[in-house]
């Protein structure tokens, strides 16, 4: 049973920093691809980030040059970096994979595993 367990959400100002984790209880070799997506209240899940297995990236918009995706596969566990922190960017985040999807879906939808999330409020 593969789990997802995301760490390093909390309270940060406008212009702070955070950093959340998503350990994997199995290889992430297994993964093709390794995303973190967030959902603030009564909006649509979105994508975030995402990380192939090849270690391309792709963001979300509205986070390009303020968030970095990463990944360390001895430790079975990807990253998000996020700074800059917008009192929009206030929502749970999830982390979560797949093992065949080549690309991580906007709406995450199809993605086979997910973490519970972790909330990230960023005050103005």
């Known amino acids: 049973q593969v789990q997802l367990v995301e760490s390093g959400g909390g309270l940060v100002q406008t212009g702070g920093s955070l950093s959340v984790s998503c350990a994997a209880t199995?290889?992430?070799?297994?993964?093709?691809?390794m995303g973190w997506y967030r959902q603030a209240p009564g909006k649509q899940r979105e994508l975030v980030a995402a990380?192939?297995?090849?270690?391309?990236?792709n963001y979300a918009d509205s986070v390009k040059g303020r968030f970095t995706i990463s990944k360390d596969n001895a430790k079975n566990t990807w990253y998000l970096q996020m700074n800059s922190l917008k009192p929009e960017d206030t929502a749970v985040y999830y982390c979560?994979?797949?093992?065949?999807?080549?690309?991580?879906?906007?709406?995450?939808?199809?993605?086979?595993?997910w973490g519970k999330g972790t909330l990230v409020t960023v005050s103005s």
């Open positions: 990380i192939t297995a090849a270690g391309i990236t």
């Open positions: 979560s994979a797949d093992r065949f999807l080549s690309k991580a879906p906007m709406g995450g939808d199809g993605m086979m595993y």
């Open positions: 199995t290889n992430i070799f297994r993964f093709n691809v």
